[in-house]
């Protein structure tokens, strides 16, 4: 399975971005896709995840403002970032995995990553 991400950038304060992850391969084994961060300094968490069945989920810091979705015709998974915040910089990566399991320790691919960087 491959990954691609796309759509990071540098945004003011209060702006929004869109980051879109196509994936291509043998995506049949695939469960849940989900979008990590990992800002400099600190540790790669997961901000948003979204199993076959459709149930997302988000870390508290981020719900309210993004959202995840993906269009299983186009093999591809995106996240909505609403209301940035110089916080929410960090590198993004796009995750696919089979377990149902969150625990970052289960992911079986990544994607190369994205820049966000919020101003402030």
């Known amino acids: 399975v491959q990954l691609v991400e796309s759509g990071g950038g540098l945004v003011q304060a209060g702006g929004s971005l869109r980051l879109s992850c196509a994936a291509s391969g043998s995506i049949f084994s695939i469960n849940v896709m989900g979008w990590y961060r990992q800002a400099p300094r600190k540790e790669r968490e997961l901000v948003a995840a979204?199993?076959?069945?459709?149930?997302?989920y988000y870390v508290d810091s981020v719900k309210g403002r993004f959202t995840i979705s993906r269009d299983n015709a186009k093999n591809t998974l995106y996240l909505q970032m609403n209301s940035l915040k110089p916080e929410d910089t960090a590198m993004y990566y796009c995750?696919?995995?089979?377990?149902?399991?969150?625990?970052?320790?289960?992911?079986?691919?990544w994607g190369q990553g994205t820049q966000v960087t919020v101003s402030s």
């Open positions: 979204i199993s076959n069945g459709g149930t997302p």
């Open positions: 995750a696919a995995q089979s377990s149902y399991e969150l625990s970052g320790a289960d992911v079986d691919y």
